[in-house]
């Protein structure tokens, strides 16, 4: 096992694969496609929260020269994997994903309606802009506090006794009410959008009338073709879905959306490759958010600081017609040694459109209110944070009796603590200033689960030694070439500049989607065993040509050649393999997943973050100034990237603990925030510098790389620490997040 | 080669043909006109000729001058991503709030999304097209890479546009400086320290920018 | 977006014909407003007349006056020497504003007629009476947490008296209301020279109308006064980020010092009111006296009576109080 492990001395890491077509703009993203005869769509979305479209008044916008069609659910095409048109129409019954142009109802502000193709995008704009859409309009809610009282269990956990959304305890139910020192809050979070820089874009082309090609932002080429292939009773070959460079999603691309069914229905109603690009007060309503959740926490502990008793319950939105569920009171059971835990989970539906996973999806949410609330616990017993959560580590799963397959977590404490000099803090909130600023410290843990799903990777050595690896993987930004072509590089001994990676298309070896920072520990592992089969074939190739390879166990490769032994001064060449056997290239394809060992350990990743904030004693403004963040994924795959997540991950997390906020006006349903000057993320003026570090010890239980995957890790508890920061500088404890100056001042 | 372009088609229908002949003209380089025939053809002085559907401009775009009839509607973003090609200055907002389109006009950074075409009537335009020439990175381009400035890459562009700008402004001073005169360029993915170190970096060797 | 004519005048007296009796017609220069208006439909102009290329650019020192071209680059403007020296507060607030790349568009004369970021005038599906007049304001009970907690001038009237809760975005603004400027403009029947506090309007009739500009009127220049408060002013911004916003709360503080003693003392407000909200009697309570934290306080506060907050931003009351005495502090150079 050890000798599998991979490198991962910082010194040695790969700049990006694909960094100088990033620098120099020449990257092709999703609506950036040379296709002859391309048309341009508009969306018109609706403007009530819940009714019905009564008329669509569209030929003023089918006057405009260039106008080809305004295409709503009066003329939209069939789409043959949808059940017929009932008349009148009918609510259609949970778990529904919306259908685009079906029928007349509305089910949430921002709807699409309509859609206008035209010859250039200025013609299809204006068109817009004139189509006028009448409508029944009904009461809407959209109010989550007055409408708190109608959350529920949601069906999906109602019908699934095995759901891990079920409701939850260990020990005795209300053990934390009778505790010495007890804690009761609630800790609220605001709708937050993912808001990547690029909108989401489509570019639909029939090729005939039973074949599809895609080029489309989304977060998985192979889930996006099986969707495309089912809604059209295609053959999932017929379907081709390419996205090979992705500008940031945040999970905003794990379902094919309505808009990207629109643009392909509009291109297969008018024979004519059709693009969409979302604008983006269009991007608050069409490809989800992180939902408002509100989180009650009961705990407790005795007087020196052991814990007793958690109780955990959250509300999330949802939408009327669908229920999107997520970890938001997960953490509560397995974070901490706490005898007694419970947890509920409900979902409230409202007339909005329906949430999705963003970034650290539930753990960052739950996170911030555990990990509040264990500040606000170490707070009222006196203790300093970490050595609260030190005295209640949790040595194995609590919550399954399991040892972890790994767990670094007090390493990362320690080192944190260390790099940010943590014990300079004071216990008292609001005791320190620098230049008339009130200077606060706080920390808090994350963590997240593993996921590993099947992968297949082809692997193919060609005649010259050059090296192309494939797997229909993804890459919205973390940079999976690089790694991918870093385990490649280790294990063949190949250098980096002679292999190529190639992701984001679906004719490719199954992969999963870019989600739950499954990508490292599932691809990567089947990189690493694809490449080991293709070691594998050309070592076996080296001894039939001589009898030098045949010391078994000896043989190594590097440089691109195998040799007899580690001390070995002639190799020979894989590019003379393949010319001694007379073979233009070797290919292997191989799959990796799971085994029994989900069932022998608990499987999580781990980390913490230490911040300074200094806050603004009279207008209330606070600005990070320092953060530090650890973490314990396993092995590092390559230093420069992950890093970069990291950072990336906190960047993220100063953002929704200070800015981000999507505020709706109820009376009308409708999200009043709708640009980047009303929905606010951190500029560069926002970010300190960032200090990264990493265990970097594999775990071995998980996978071929003792990798665990650090995307999601790298956001969750960011706020927490943030706003655990906040209290220190301010004595103000601020449980409803952004904490933006009117909350302070 | 002639490089009138026409963006304003009468009718859809007409589109299909006139993008084919678009498209072989980017490949075959749009850049290879004889620029005094085109100087003949319109002079920025004469000031962009046109009426509601269409007017004629010509500007220098990289170094390269061209003559091009619009619709008055579009952006200089539009102009460049959609007619010329140029699909290395992004849309990101397009309202000018996210700075992922910035462009050089006339040396200066300036959003294309947020200034229609026409008004750039004998400007010069430098596009993350024109920043570098050949195979040469540009040394801000090359920090970038060495820094890890960036990840999903969609902003970078403009980022890079952007601190080149802000170097020669002599905006790039200290990092907390740079955080500044950066602040327009908005990454989602938040690779802000990195491309600050690489402006810095990039400053502080006095390369030239 | 609604097709348009381009025109591209080559003088003055051309641009102002153009515009000349056709209310369609609008004049553009740097873009960063109009355009963004037009792409949303809020603004519908017909005709378009590009004066770029104007002779409007100059920035220069004249007797007792700094003047400034409508057509100035606010980066221009910025870092011009006679700015920076003369009227530093001028350059403060215009780098507090916007972005590098916005600032090398935006021109002075487009800055005093930008309009208001408020969310409800950029939805035409919502109510909005700047924006169709009648058709009611939506923040006024709805999402008004960076609206107006001041309206009618001098504390007279209120809220019931504005049809529009909206605040002005500028910061540039701010500053010139603060000190003595005159905003230079050319239209049909001449040149005229109004009053920078004359020159944007408060919402209690005809919201729509932000600035006394008259029809087919165009701004040629500013003229800052010369004045005494360049060792001690201040542009104060607070936001909801560290860069790149619209303020929640500013303050231009300009005071001439001299021996410990305030001598005089000019003070403006934004981000507060549906233009620049001036303190006009600030000069009188703070006039011979030293300052001190506990005197900018009751300043502060003195001017807050007559504030009034909406149901979502209660916290404008302290937050601009406390910003002004922060300002205050820094201008005075008290710590």
């Known amino acids: ?745 | 080669m002639d490089i009138d372009h026409d963006a304003t088609p009468p009718d859809a229908e007409n589109e299909a043909r006139r993008f084919f002949l678009k498209q072989s003209m980017f490949i075959a380089g749009l850049s290879m006109a004889p620029a005094d025939l085109l100087q003949a053809a319109l002079a920025p002085e004469d000031g962009p000729v046109g009426n509601a559907a269409k007017v004629k401009i010509s500007l220098t775009v990289n170094g390269k001058r061209r003559r091009i009839s619009i619709d008055p509607r579009m952006t200089l973003l539009g102009l460049l991503r959609e007619n010329l090609g140029l699909t290395g200055t992004k849309k990101g907002c397009d309202f000018g709030q996210c700075g992922a389109c910035t462009v050089h006009v006339d040396g200066r950074r300036t959003l294309s999304c947020l200034t229609f075409a026409a008004m750039q009537h004998g400007s010069k335009i430098t596009t993350i097209e024109g920043l570098s020439s050949g195979d040469n990175l540009h040394p801000l381009q090359e920090a970038f890479i060495k820094h890890d400035g960036f990840q999903c890459g969609y902003c970078t562009p403009g980022q890079v546009m952007s601190g080149v700008a802000c170097i020669r402004e002599g905006c790039a001073g200290s990092a907390e400086e740079v955080r500044e005169y950066m602040s327009g360029n908005l990454c989602r993915c938040g690779a802000y320290p990195n491309i600050v170190d690489a402006i810095l970096e990039v400053k502080m060797e006095g390369l030239k920018v | 977006m609604k097709p348009f004519q381009y025109l591209r005048p080559k003088t003055i007296a051309e641009a102002i014909s153009m515009a000349a009796d056709d209310p369609e017609a609008r004049y553009i220069a740097g873009g960063t407003n109009l355009v963004d208006l037009m792409k949303r439909g809020i603004a519908s102009p017909t005709k378009l007349i590009d004066i770029n290329h104007l002779p409007l650019k100059k920035i220069e020192h004249r007797y007792d006056r700094l003047r400034i071209g409508a057509l100035a680059l606010n980066s221009e403007v910025a870092k011009h020497k006679a700015v920076v020296t003369r009227q530093p507060l001028l350059a403060q607030a215009l780098l507090a504003g916007a972005s590098g790349q916005l600032r090398n568009m935006a021109t002075v004369g487009g800055n005093l007629l930008q309009r208001t970021r408020c969310s409800y005038f950029y939805d035409l599906a919502l109510p909005c009476n700047k924006r169709k007049p009648g058709s009611g304001c939506g923040a006024e009970g709805g999402i008004n947490r960076t609206h107006a907690i001041f309206f009618a001038g001098n504390g007279f009237g209120g809220i019931e008296k504005s049809s529009c809760l909206a605040v002005h975005p500028s910061d540039m603004c701010v500053a010139l209301t603060a000190v003595d400027t005159v905003v230079v403009v050319n239209g049909p029947d001449g040149e005229r020279r109004i009053q920078m506090k004359d020159f944007l309007r408060l919402s209690t009739q005809q919201p729509e109308l932000d600035t006394n500009l008259g029809p087919g009127e165009l701004v040629t220049a500013i003229e800052v006064l010369d004045n005494a408060f360049a060792k001690h002013s201040h542009y104060l911004k607070v936001r909801d980020r560290a860069s790149y916003a619209f303020a929640l709360v500013s303050v231009a503080v300009a005071l001439q010092m001299d021996g410990g003693r305030i001598w005089d003392a000019r003070l403006a407000l934004g981000g507060v009111a549906h233009k620049p909200w001036r303190y006009w009697a600030i000069d009188l309570m703070l006039r011979g006296k030293a300052p001190s934290e506990q005197l900018f306080r009751e300043v502060a506060e003195h001017e807050m009576e007559s504030a009034k907050a909406l149901e979502g931003n209660a916290y404008k009351i302290k937050l601009t109080s406390n910003a002004m005495v922060a300002a205050l502090k820094t201008a005075a150079g008290i710590s």
């Open chain 1, 1 to 745: 096992m050890k000798k599998q492990l991979l490198d991962n001395a910082s010194d040695t890491s790969l700049d990006r694969v694909d960094g100088a077509v990033k620098v120099t703009g020449t990257a092709t993203y999703s609506a950036e496609y040379l296709v002859p005869g391309l048309v341009h769509a508009v969306l018109v979305t609706s403007t009530i929260a819940k009714g019905s479209i009564t008329a669509i008044e569209s030929r003023e916008a089918e006057a405009v020269p260039g106008v080809l069609a305004v295409i709503s659910h009066l003329n939209a095409i069939t789409v043959p994997g949808w059940p017929e048109r009932k008349q009148p129409a009918e609510r259609v019954p949970v778990g529904t994903a919306l259908r685009v142009f079906y029928d007349p109802l509305i089910y949430f502000d921002g709807q699409p309606v309509a859609m206008v193709v035209a010859g250039t995008r200025e013609q299809a704009v204006h068109a817009a802009s004139l189509v006028r859409v009448t409508y029944q309009q009904e009461t809407h809610q959209t109010h989550f506090e007055k409408n708190i009282g109608k959350a529920g269990v949601a069906l999906n956990v109602q019908r699934s006794k095995n759901s891990p959304f079920q409701d939850y305890q260990r020990g005795e139910a209300a053990k934390s009410e009778n505790t010495e020192v007890r804690i009761e809050a609630e800790y609220t979070i605001p709708t937050q959008h993912h808001q990547p820089l690029e909108p989401h874009a489509i570019i639909a082309v029939w090729e005939a009338d039973d074949k599809l090609t895609v080029y489309d932002k989304n977060q998985g080429v192979k889930s996006a073709q099986g969707q495309l292939a089912q809604a059209f009773k295609l053959p999932r070959e017929n379907v081709q879905v390419i996205s090979k460079y992705i500008g940031g999603a945040f999970g905003s691309g794990i379902r094919v959306w309505p808009h990207t069914m629109a643009a392909v229905m509009a291109a297969k109603q008018l024979k004519r490759p059709v693009k969409l690009v979302l604008g983006r007060e269009q991007m608050f309503t069409s490809v989800g958010y992180r939902p408002y959740t509100v989180q009650k926490i009961n705990i407790g502990a005795t007087k020196d600081g052991r814990l007793i008793g958690i109780v955990h319950e959250g509300t999330g939105q949802t939408s009327m017609y669908e229920e999107h569920l997520e970890r938001t009171v997960l953490a509560s059971r397995t974070l901490y040694a706490c005898p007694h835990v419970a947890t509920r989970y409900r979902l409230l539906p409202l007339d909005v459109n329906t949430p999705t996973w963003m970034r650290g999806p539930g753990d960052a949410t739950g996170m911030f209110a555990l990990e509040s609330a264990m500040d606000e616990l170490a707070f009222a017993l006196k203790m300093d944070p970490l050595e609260f959560r030190l005295k209640n580590y949790a040595e194995s799963d609590p919550e399954r009796n399991l040892p972890w397959s790994a767990k670094s977590l007090r390493e990362c404490y320690e080192l944190g603590a260390e790099k940010f000099r943590w014990n300079n803090r004071m216990q008292a909130p609001r005791s320190v200033t620098q230049n008339g600023l009130l200077m606060g410290y706080g920390m808090a843990s994350s963590l997240y689960g593993f996921h590993r799903h099947p992968s297949k990777v082809r692997a193919v050595i060609q005649a010259d030694g050059s090296v192309i690896v494939q797997s229909a993987t993804m890459d919205i930004g973390p940079g999976t070439g690089t790694a991918m072509t870093r385990i490649a590089a280790k294990v063949l001994g190949v250098n980096a500049k002679k292999i190529r990676f190639e992701l984001g298309h679906s004719a490719l070896p199954d992969a999963p989607g870019q989600n739950g920072s499954a990508t490292i520990p599932s691809v990567g592992s089947a990189v690493h065993v694809a490449c080991e089969a293709l070691k594998t074939r050309l070592v076996a190739l080296a001894r039939e040509m001589s009898e030098r390879f045949k010391s078994g166990g000896q043989v190594v490769v590097r440089n691109g050649q195998v040799y007899g032994s580690v001390d070995d001064k002639d190799g020979v060449s894989y590019a003379d393999i393949l010319k001694y056997h007379h073979l233009n290239e070797l290919e292997v394809t191989e799959e990796s997943k799971s085994g029994a060992e989900r069932d022998q350990y608990s499987m999580y990743s781990f980390g913490c973050h230490f911040v300074e904030v200094l806050v603004s004693p009279l207008t209330g403004e606070v600005r990070v100034t320092r953060v530090v963040t650890c973490a314990d994924v396993g092995a590092i795959i390559n230093y420069k990237t992950a890093r970069s997540q990291s950072i990336g991950g906190v960047v993220g997390g100063i953002g929704m603990a200070l800015m981000e906020h999507s505020e709706m006006d109820h009376r009308f349903g409708r999200y009043v925030t709708t640009d980047f000057a009303g929905y606010h993320i951190p500029v560069h003026a926002d970010i300190p510098p960032i200090e990264v570090y990493y265990i970097d010890k594999p775990d071995v239980h998980v996978n071929p790389i003792g990798s665990k995957g650090l995307g999601e890790i790298a956001i969750v508890g960011v706020a927490a620490a943030i706003a655990n920061a906040v209290f220190h500088a301010t004595g103000k404890r601020v449980r409803e997040l952004p904490i933006t100056p009117d909350k302070l001042v």
